[in-house]
């Protein structure tokens, strides 16, 4: 998500979103402004993707999320790098890279050759305790002079309402229940009362709420957005395009820009519909593409276009944008505690990630499903296998998103001889 | 009359194993899975505790199917166990959420009820107690801890016998951490396999207790074990298969800091009902998967002064990448020699590494 021209639609000379282009010239000027900020003194926040940064926008306080730092790492195939300086220290190369690639950078001897002129250096941390390793490699991060990690707990519940994704807007009291509403509510109210004191900036609660909702109106565009590209034959994008369109703005929820650019993005995706225009001429195919993206190598999903006919038209990051965060409700803090006190079940957790996926795949007649695979994502049997249940042809493949040593030559071969043995028969 | 060690081996033997004859006809069997549970309640609920464990030497491959090759294998292998009845019938399991493992397995659990209902899997409840020291999570954990203790309460129909399970909970801890003193005597008069049998004898509570105190009666007679001391870091082990071979190249495990050993024997939770109980398990001790490096690199330093270890090996199962996480810190806070085995298949260990006189890749 770091550039905008991707590798496969330069090469391919395929005509790649305004809103796209616009998102990755922003997202440069964004972070040139950062590391002005950061260097005439402002703090500096990591945040990790699944944490509210609405309150850090609230505030008005400077950050970065993790995840997308280290996207870019890998899009610049800078993540070996990255990885080396956290196995010198010791640790392991080998160990939720996602994280331990942004990790490398509190190592880097020389952090201005980094990406975009380097990660500055954080003042706070956040991030959630899932896992076993998450908070241990924020916490290590914390042990460096300057550095406070404030961790959020991950919780889980015994008994769930399948149909999140119905509920969440209004209902989410009901799908996430009160014990993991009650308790992220309240470690929030002390996150806040840790940046007034920690950074002097002020809550403003008028302010919390123009944020909350620019959040809500952005997503809703994204969700029209969605609903159009599900309906539409032949796709008008892939994923290629849509993801910088709408993940650059993902990191900036809570702003005017990100609100404007998402409906910007609905309307390009509207004419596109309106004048026929096809990701893919001769389409046949509609494929349904699982996991994370795959930041090293995104002209992976234009490879079977012209020879197959067959398209990626779907990834979590526009579905989940649709349907993974608006919330409505009069207590602010804890709506946005429902954005993320179960964010990541709805997407790794069955029975919500596989009937979500089903739902999904209906919704845009999918013909085949890629799953990426990698070692740490959850729930990876049941999505194939509610998938499967429900018709649709998947494949898995194995490897991991940021990092590049465990991506097999051979997959794209795969990739082809299943959808001609399998989903174009 | 065979020797309390002996009883306590032969129990150890049995753990893992169908319940046998229900001890009083009725009593639910519950099987549970995690270092966290708050066995004392299930204690006070009366029911048949069976903790559920893995086994290295049979396959995984339904369990690798259903979690996938990335969990920990110990967790892979405790599933297959359940699909193909391993454990003999068990009304429930009960799962806690100490590590990424167990709550997937839960997680797998209730999906295969809901999606495959023919396989036949007990009914899965989840004790989500967490770990981060901030009072946020105490207030959490005594909430899952109440709500648990109210799901029991309807399982059994009867109310628990909180204090007096608490009470004999910790009255084993006590003898638990007077048998951990004969491990840590030099010479050591009890080898780490011994430990592991007489922590986890799969025993009610109060035969656990009795055969606990004969063991201490009996602690002049028990052999002597010279050998290289060695302080075991990392994974968990649920089974003996890695002690055993580390003590057969004349080691002996004198120390760890897993829930099967020195840190079950942690405690005691007084008295105090249900609130202490949510503490107790809260602070719990500093296990791989919630603890920080810091505090796991504290612990080693003092653990391994304890036990007076001569080396320190770092376990990390493939699959269960925690610990490694931990060595670097630990390193730097010991003055032995240290030395990290990664990517540890479940059961095995790479002795190799260890038979070198230098071990450590300095
Ligand atoms: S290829 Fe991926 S990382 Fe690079 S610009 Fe495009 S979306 Fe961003
Ligand atoms: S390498 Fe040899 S000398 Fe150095 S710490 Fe290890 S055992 Fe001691």
Redesign the pocket.
């Given at each position: 998500m770091s550039d905008v021209r991707t590798p496969g639609s330069t090469s391919r000379g395929v005509k790649s979103l305004a809103t796209a282009a616009e998102a990755g010239a922003h997202q440069r000027e964004w972070f040139a402004d950062l590391r002005r900020r950061v260097a005439a003194g402002e703090p500096f926040a990591l945040l990790n993707a699944d944490v509210p940064h609405e309150i850090f926008r609230t505030m008005d306080i400077p950050y970065a999320v993790g995840q997308w730092w280290a996207s870019l790492v890998a899009a610049k195939q800078r993540s070996g790098h990255y990885l080396e300086l956290v196995r010198r220290r010791g640790y392991p190369d080998y160990s939720e890279q996602y994280n331990a690639v942004t990790l490398g950078a509190a190592f880097d001897p020389e952090p201005e050759a980094g990406p975009w002129g380097g990660l500055p250096r954080p003042d706070i941390i956040v991030g959630d305790a899932s896992g076993d390793v998450t908070r241990k490699i924020f916490d290590l991060w914390g042990r460096e002079p300057g550095v406070i990690f404030y961790p959020l707990e991950s919780a889980a519940e015994n008994e769930v309402p399948v149909n999140w994704w119905e509920l969440m807007p209004h209902r989410w009291e009901q799908a996430v229940g009160p014990a993991r509403l009650d308790l992220l509510t309240a470690e929030l109210e002390n996150l806040v009362r840790f940046l007034e004191t920690t950074t002097g900036r002020r809550f403003s609660e008028t302010r919390f709420r123009e944020v909350l909702a620019l959040v809500n109106e952005q997503e809703e565009w994204n969700r029209k957005a969605r609903d159009l590209i599900a309906r539409a034959r032949p796709a008008p994008l892939g994923v290629v395009d849509s993801i910088p369109s709408v993940m650059l703005p993902q990191w900036h929820r809570g702003t005017e820009w990100a609100r404007d650019i998402a409906r910007r993005f609905y309307e390009e995706v509207r004419e596109r519909v309106d004048s026929g225009h096809a990701a893919c001429p001769g389409e046949r195919a509609r494929l349904m593409w699982i996991g994370r993206g795959l930041w090293y190598d995104m002209g992976f999903y234009q490879r079977f276009q012209e020879e197959y006919g067959a398209v990626f038209v779907w990834s979590m990051y526009l579905a989940v944008a649709a349907d993974g965060y608006l919330r409505y409700g009069d207590d602010p803090m804890r709506a946005l505690a429902a954005r993320f006190a179960a964010f990541s079940d709805q997407l790794y957790t069955p029975p919500w990630s596989s009937e979500w996926y089903v739902k999904e795949a209906r919704l845009h007649g999918i013909d085949g499903v890629v799953h990426l695979v990698s070692d740490d994502p959850r729930g990876s049997y049941f999505t194939a296998r509610a998938l499967e249940a429900a018709g649709f042809p998947v494949i898995e493949i194995h490897a991991d998103n940021v990092d590049t040593r465990t991506f097999g030559d051979d997959v794209a071969a795969q990739v082809g001889r299943w959808l001609e043995d399998v989903v174009l028969t | 009359m065979p020797t309390a060690l002996a009883a306590l081996e032969e129990a150890y033997a049995r753990s893992g194993a169908p319940a046998g004859n229900r001890p009083d006809g009725r009593a639910p069997v519950v099987g549970y899975v995690g270092s966290d549970l708050p066995v004392e309640l299930l204690t006070a609920a009366g029911v048949h505790a069976l903790r559920l464990t893995g086994d290295p030497g049979s396959g995984s491959a339904p369990g690798d199917r259903y979690l996938g090759r990335g969990v920990d294998p110990a967790a892979r292998s405790v599933l297959t166990r359940l699909l193909d009845g391993s454990f003999g019938e068990l009304d429930r399991v009960v799962v806690s959420h100490d590590c990424e493992a167990s709550l997937r397995l839960f997680y797998a659990l209730r999906e295969l009820g809901r999606v495959e209902p023919g396989a036949g899997l007990p009914e899965a409840y989840l004790v989500d107690l967490r770990h981060l020291p901030h009072r946020t999570t105490t207030r959490y954990n005594r909430r899952r801890l109440g709500e648990f203790a109210a799901r029991l309460e309807t399982w059994t129909g009867r109310a628990l016998d909180l204090a007096g399970a608490v009470a004999a909970h910790d009255e084993r801890r006590r003898l638990l951490a007077a048998a951990a003193e004969l491990r840590r005597t030099v010479p050591a008069r009890l080898t780490g396999r011994q430990f592991l049998a007489v922590v986890n004898a799969a025993l009610p509570v109060a035969e656990h207790v009795a055969l606990l105190r004969r063991l201490l009666a009996e602690a002049g007679r028990l052999e002597e074990h010279p050998g290289r001391r060695v302080f075991l870091s990392g994974s968990d082990h649920d089974t003996p298969h890695v002690y055993e071979a580390v003590e057969s190249e004349g080691q002996v495990i004198v120390g760890e800091d897993h829930s099967f050993g020195d840190l079950a024997v942690e405690g005691p939770v007084g008295a105090g009902g249900l609130d202490a109980l949510a503490e107790h398990h809260h602070r719990g001790g500093p296990a791989a998967h919630r603890a920080t490096a810091g505090e796991r690199a504290a612990y080693a330093a003092a653990a391994v002064r304890r036990c007076r270890a001569e080396l320190f090996v770092a376990y990390c199962r493939a699959g269960d990448e925690a610990p490694a996480w931990d060595f670097p810190a630990q390193r730097a806070a010991l003055d032995i020699?240290a030395v990290l085995l990664e990517r540890q298949e479940y059961g095995r260990v790479d002795l190799a590494a260890l038979r070198k006189?230098?071990?450590?890749p300095?």
């Open positions: - | 020699p006189e230098h071990p450590c300095m």
